[in-house]
């Protein structure tokens, strides 16, 4: 079963976009549990498919780390 983490983010002031969807590129590309990474920028979605759901931890540990350039 595939778990999907869907993120909606508004970025910070100057925040570097670019820099965020290369980190998270190359996160996924990483973890052999992300099935699937695709990146939206006319709305700024990203939609990441982790399998197991147990592979999604790992993600975190980066994500967390980039999350400073969210607002929330």
């Known amino acids: 079963?595939?778990?999907k983490h869907?993120?909606?983010v508004r970025f910070k002031e100057g925040v570097v976009v670019e820099?965020?969807?290369?980190?998270?590129?190359k996160?996924?590309?990483e973890l052999d549990t992300v099935?699937?990474?695709?990146?939206?920028?006319c709305i700024c979605i990203a939609l990441i498919c982790i399998v197991p759901k147990k592979g999604f931890?790992?993600?975190c540990t980066v994500h967390f780390k980039l999350s400073?350039?969210?607002f929330f």
């Open 6 to 8: 869907l993120c909606l």
């Open 19 to 25: 820099d965020i969807i290369e980190e998270l590129t």
């Open 35 to 41: 099935k699937f990474f695709g990146w939206y920028v």
């Open 1 to 3: 079963m595939e778990f």
């Open 27 to 29: 996160l996924a590309a």
């Open 57 to 59: 931890h790992l993600y």
């Open 68 to 70: 400073a350039a969210f």
